[in-house]
């Protein structure tokens, strides 16, 4: 028996369950879908995985988190389904993707209202699971998801830690780095309060576009983070008091002093003062026909990829599509991406031993190994954190970003390999600055990324060529 069936799948058949209507986004860990669940009416996101012969521990620890999780600020899972080596993931729906989609395909930042009632939302999202103690530990504005009504919900539980009823501490490192609290970055003890660090990272980054330190390399962030003084808003004045004040209280880097969510909720003007979630809806509504447009094209582009590679996937070979029927109205991830759901080593960063070379828990899984030095191996290659943080950038839809700066019109500038220069002066904006600055990290990310790919695939021709000679050389 394969590891896959021990999953808690329905013994119904998936495609007579749901009728799929649009293709959604791809990414390296399967495809994700718009479908309509025939059993209520109701509109759903469907990803698809292949699994086959494929260790699904991690995969089922987030389907127990998931199962769980009964709150209306976070996403719910509707049910598992298995078809053809394919595990089918059924989520709620949430037509205006993540905050990062929506700054990213919109070309702009959160007013401070605005802000205010997601931070409240994401609050009573980690209120909830912090009292089941649960800690997110990812959180980010590419995990808060919006819904038409204007609701926010916490999403991508991959990397989310289930404690024992004593709200245990932790001592793994993981998360993503310019939001990650620097306790966790130290890999001493920490608990749900690493969340609170998080959200107000994650506040700075919906009121400027980017979190702090975002233009240093994530490696560089881990040892930035914990030695500086805590962050703020790059013009303190422009924004009120009270927003101020929320991020002097919830960035105090000795965690003890932070509030937990409930205090924060509670006592906090910043949230207390929060408007009503219609001013999240009226947001969603003005911003959906650009989201849609952008969604349709994607989803264009993808078909275009799918037949001139001659690949063929789960639109073959488990769904049909029903034609005529735009990839639009969102998800829980944008088009090039899998981040709500993702299966397996996503869980950004651990520490992978101890200095005593003990190994790490059970569930601290993720791709980027951080080893101390007096066990780690002479000689080491890449750390494999590069293939996690390759995946985020798919992930993170500022790569497509519109920039009246950007020449290209949003495609990546290849500025090494092309000498081409930084056209920017002292009287553009600070938006458009910040702008650029996106576009410019982009497209190193994307130059570095082209080069390796490159050399792997010469590497995997060389490898085929060898292991062709060997057999060859068997067989004499």
């Not at 909830?128 to 919900?153: E, F």
């Not at 966790?184 to 700075?204: F, M, N, P, R």
């Not at 849609?292 to 690949?311: L, V």
């Not at 290849?414 to 650029?436: A, I, W």
Request: net charge negative; with cysteine; proline share 5%.
């Amino acid at each position: 028996m394969s590891k896959h069936n021990k999953l808690p799948t329905s013994a119904q058949d998936p495609t007579e369950v749901f009728e799929i209507l649009a293709k959604l986004g791809e990414g390296s860990y399967g495809s994700v879908y718009k479908a309509l669940d025939k059993r209520d009416g109701k509109i759903v996101a469907i990803k698809v995985l292949e699994i086959e012969n494929e260790d699904t521990t991690e995969l089922q620890r987030e389907i127990n988190i998931l199962k769980d999780c009964h709150s209306e600020f976070i996403v719910a899972y509707k049910g598992t389904f298995e078809k053809d080596g394919h595990i089918w993931i059924v989520m709620e729906y949430c037509a205006g993707g993540s905050i990062c989609d929506l700054m990213a395909i919109c070309e702009r930042t959160l007013q401070e209202d605005q802000i205010a009632v997601v931070v409240k939302q994401a609050l009573m999202g980690l209120e909830y699971l912090h009292s089941q103690y649960k800690i997110h530990r990812d959180i980010k504005a590419g995990n808060i998801l919006l819904t038409a009504d204007g609701d926010c919900k916490l999403a991508d539980f991959g990397v989310s830690a289930e404690l024992t009823n004593t709200m245990a501490k932790r001592k793994t490192v993981i998360g993503t780095p310019y939001w990650m609290a620097p306790e966790v970055l130290q890999s001493t003890e920490y608990d749900g309060k690493a969340d609170i660090w998080s959200l107000a990272i994650t506040s700075i980054e919906m009121a400027v576009g980017e979190p702090p330190h975002s233009n240093v390399h994530p490696m560089r962030a881990i040892f930035l983070i914990p030695n500086s003084p805590p962050p703020a808003l790059p013009d303190p004045s422009q924004w009120s008091a009270d927003f101020n004040d929320f991020l002097r209280v919830c960035l105090k880097k000795d965690p003890t002093g932070r509030p937990t969510a409930s205090d924060l909720l509670k006592t906090h003007p910043f949230v207390l003062k929060a408007g009503k979630k219609s001013i999240i809806a009226a947001l969603v509504d003005e911003c959906m026909p650009a989201i849609d447009e952008y969604r349709e094209n994607e989803a264009k582009d993808i078909e275009e990829q799918s037949n001139s590679s001659g690949t063929s996937g789960p639109d073959s070979t488990l769904v049909k599509v029903k034609p005529n029927i735009a990839a639009n109205s969102g998800t829980m991830l944008s088009a090039n991406n899998s981040s709500t759901m993702v299966y397996s080593n996503d869980g950004t960063m651990v520490a992978n031993k101890g200095a005593d070379g003990s190994e790490p828990d059970d569930d601290d899984y993720g791709t980027m190994v951080v080893q101390d030095p007096k066990t780690a191996p002479k000689g080491a290659q890449q750390p494999s954190y590069m293939n996690h943080f390759r995946d985020e950038e798919k992930k993170n839809n500022f790569a497509t970003m519109k920039s009246k700066n950007d020449p290209n019109g949003g495609d990546f500038v290849h500025f090494f390999r092309t000498g081409k220069k930084l056209e920017v002066s002292p009287d553009q904006s600070l938006v458009e600055l910040q702008n650029m600055l996106i576009v410019l990290n982009k497209a190193y990310d994307e130059e570095s990324n082209a080069l390796e790919r490159f050399y792997d695939q010469r590497k995997k021709e060389l490898l085929d060529l060898i292991k062709q000679k060997k057999a060859a050389d068997a067989r004499k």
